[in-house]
């Protein structure tokens, strides 16, 4: 759902990495630097015995769509659609006969930041009005991606040559494009640590990087790029792009469901950081709420506040799912089950134990999420976004969120953490 999504490459990579044996009480061999995967017991999980599972099984039952196909993932998938979910027994039974427990340390820490994200629902329309005079974008066409290796982007000069519909290839062994390639200089791009991809547009011969915000905000690369809906709120709008995925309720009756597509290759910077920074709020008050506050203060402003963050996600319409948006994983997320992470350490799909707060508050929230999404700002071992739900109060909830958690990975036995 999330800017997600970018990463079903990153999904790909770590199928594989689920499947080596790890030696019986050893913590993970290769674990990625700075991380270490500690196997467990189930009793160590803070408040496991009194954790509410029901919902957690029918969420992994979803991430067994794609889990099932994966080694090591068979047998676990099968037993979860064999239990019953209204007996609280048997499904602790399962999880405990099932899974082996894996405690996550990231730089010799095992609690990181946990972070709230819901599905917003704006106002809109189908044509531009006086009411709602901000669009919804859908990809634009001068929009291209080049696949590179981290080595070929460390190069001053890549030769590219088309590999497919707006997408490029690096082609080996050449410093000079002959017709129909491009010059890239790959250290003109934004870098972004989990992905080689650039993404970028073609001006003569040269492939550069993409528009930044403040670019596209003023119709830069999308003066013919289809517009999906037309919108009442600006900052609703910026929220979408941050959630990566929402509903419009249109003015014919109908509703419009969208989802991330795709993004213009910079970094997500965060705009609450930004206005804590230069002491125009409080880290207490860096929530979505009070970062809407602060714009109400200051509506000429907000365009400037915006532009902080080059980070520009466009969209693409969305079927009915019968539940939650689409998360990376490819299946509807579940409301208060479903955490978007950081590939690198916690592989797409995957059930863990999350032990943090309720908002804003010191009581405890700990239960099975099922990590089935992503995001441009969930970077880390110990780093998850809690997806809420749908609508204002799930808004409430999620805009609050800024607790301190723990993770655990639930992995079926004999299964090792990723390497």
């Known amino acids: ?9 990153s999904l790909t990579l770590w199928l594989a990495a689920c499947s080596s044996i790890a030696p019986p009480g050893k913590p993970s061999p290769g674990a990625p630097e700075g991380v270490r995967y500690e196997p467990v017991a189930f009793a160590s999980l803070p408040g496991w015995g009194d954790a509410e599972r029901a919902k957690s099984l029918d969420a992994l039952r979803e991430s067994c769509r794609v889990l099932a196909r994966r080694d ?121 640590s989990r ?46 792009q941050v959630q990566g995925s929402g509903r419009i309720q249109l003015d014919d009756g109908s509703m419009l469901r969208v989802g991330y597509a795709e993004q213009n290759g910079y970094p997500y910077v965060s705009i609450g950081r930004h206005l804590v920074d230069r002491g125009e709020l409080t880290l207490a008050d860096a929530s979505m709420q009070g970062i809407q506050a602060w ?72 239960r099975v999420m099922l990590a089935q999404d992503t995001g441009g700002a969930i970077r880390g071992a110990n780093r998850a976004d809690f997806f809420w739900g749908f609508g204002t109060e799930a808004g409430m909830y999620a805009g609050r969120m800024k607790q301190k958690g723990s993770l655990w990975l639930l992995l079926p036995r004999g299964v090792n953490p990723p390497a």
Not at 1 to 9: I, P
Not at 323 to 338: A, E, F, I, Q, R
Request: aromatic share 10%; with cysteine; charged share 20%.
């Open 195 to 240: 992905t080689a991809r650039l993404k970028g547009r073609i001006d003569g011969n040269r492939f550069v990087p993409y528009y930044p915000r403040a670019q596209i905000s003023a119709g830069q690369g999308v003066g013919q790029t289809e517009v999906l809906a037309w919108v009442e709120d600006a900052v609703e709008l910026f929220f979408l």
């Open 72 to 192: 090591g993932w068979a047998g676990a998938c099968a037993g979860a659609a064999a239990v019953d979910t209204a007996d609280s027994a048997a499904v602790r039974r399962y999880f405990e006969q099932s899974f082996a427990p894996w405690r996550i340390v990231e730089a010799g820490k095992d609690a990181g930041l946990i972070t709230g994200y819901y599905e917003p629902l704006l106002n809109g329309s189908r044509v531009k009005s006086a009411r709602t005079p901000y669009p919804v974008y859908g990809v634009p066409a001068d929009l291209v991606v080049a696949d590179v290796t981290p080595a070929q982007r460390a190069r001053d000069v890549l030769v590219l040559r088309p590999a497919g519909a707006n997408r490029y290839a690096v082609v080996e062994g050449k410093t000079s494009a002959s017709e129909g390639e491009l010059i890239a200089r790959p250290r003109e791009f934004a870098i972004d």
């Open 1 to 9: 759902m999330k800017r997600t999504s970018f990463l079903l490459l």
């Open 295 to 366: 714009i109400k203060r200051n509506p000429n402003r907000m365009d400037e506040l915006f532009n902080v963050n080059p980070s520009y996600v466009f969209f693409r319409r969305l079927g009915e799912t019968g539940g939650g948006p689409l998360g990376s994983l490819g299946v509807p997320l579940t409301d208060g089950y479903s955490v978007a992470v950081d590939p690198r350490y916690v592989p797409l799909g995957v059930p863990v134990f999350l032990d943090t707060t309720w908002p804003l508050t010191a009581s405890p929230l700990r």
